[in-house]
């Protein structure tokens, strides 16, 4: 079996980045977790197990204000996380690398792909959430949230994910309007799967059908899960994800 290791990694602003890493074969695979998420759930766990049984090369990490990372959530925003993630990417590994984005990881790994073009050969989207700040603004916000968010710079928004509302700073949605992918043409030409659920109520599985039509790649593929939501943490969603990493790899 693979050696793992954890530690933290420090960003050029001084941030300490917590990571667990598995060293072994390329390509390797780096988790890109979602809004809110830390590194402990159960799909970066799985991908750490196949890889430690398999001899491949695995990151899963924690963005800044999330799990054990240090810095600030609130002063946080969808271009800082990328450039966690690259950080991590440049520091960390070595030689190929498919990134694995969940939800908000899947328009992070957009990103960070089309930064390291060179290093990614391949993408697997779980649930991925491009351009979710948008959708917010535009579909889910009500007049009260968008009121708040104007006179406080920060909205609230109940999750059935957590007990305590979801914060929403007018920065991380202004910033979100910069990193935009979905209203152009993706310039990426490697393999790509987007695997989301037909009952998932979080983020629409259109939207992986949109990231597919956006794509320049040819080899796009989209699996829509009948019984999966939004988490597809379910075990036919984990086979299925580990199948799909095990093929591209």
Not at 27 to 44: C, N, Q, Y
Not at 92 to 118: F, N, Y
Not at 125 to 136: C, E, M, Q
Not at 212 to 228: C, F, I, P, Q, R
């Amino acid at each position: 079996m693979s050696k793992t290791t954890k530690g933290h990694l420090q960003t050029p602003d001084g941030v300490q980045l917590a990571y667990t890493r598995t060293i072994g074969q390329t390509p390797g695979i780096v988790f890109l977790g979602g809004f809110r998420s830390d590194m402990t759930g159960t799909k970066a766990q799985a991908l750490e197990k196949f890889c430690q049984e398999n001899n491949k090369s695995f990151i899963r990490f924690d963005y800044r204000g999330h799990g054990t990372s240090t810095g600030s959530f609130e002063e946080s925003t969808i271009t800082t996380w990328t450039l966690d993630s690259l950080s991590v990417i440049d520091a960390l590994t070595e030689g190929p690398q498919i990134l694995v984005g969940s939800s908000m990881g899947g328009w992070i790994m957009i990103l960070a792909a089309l930064a390291r073009k060179s290093l990614i050969t391949a993408l697997v989207g779980v649930a991925p959430a491009p351009d979710f700040t948008k959708r917010l603004l535009d579909d889910e916000l009500s007049k009260e949230q968008l009121a708040e968010l104007r006179q406080t710079g920060k909205a609230h928004i109940c999750s059935p994910y957590s007990e305590e509302p979801y914060l929403f700073t007018r920065l991380l949605i202004e910033d979100g309007q910069r990193n935009l992918v979905l209203d152009r043409a993706i310039n990426l030409q490697c393999p790509v799967r987007l695997i989301h659920g037909l009952k998932d109520s979080s983020v629409p599985w259109n939207t992986s059908i949109k990231l597919a039509e956006a794509l320049d790649a040819s080899d796009v593929e989209v699996t829509l899960m009948k019984h999966g939501d939004h988490r597809l943490s379910d075990p036919n969603s984990i086979d299925k994800l580990i199948q799909t990493v095990r093929d591209l790899s």
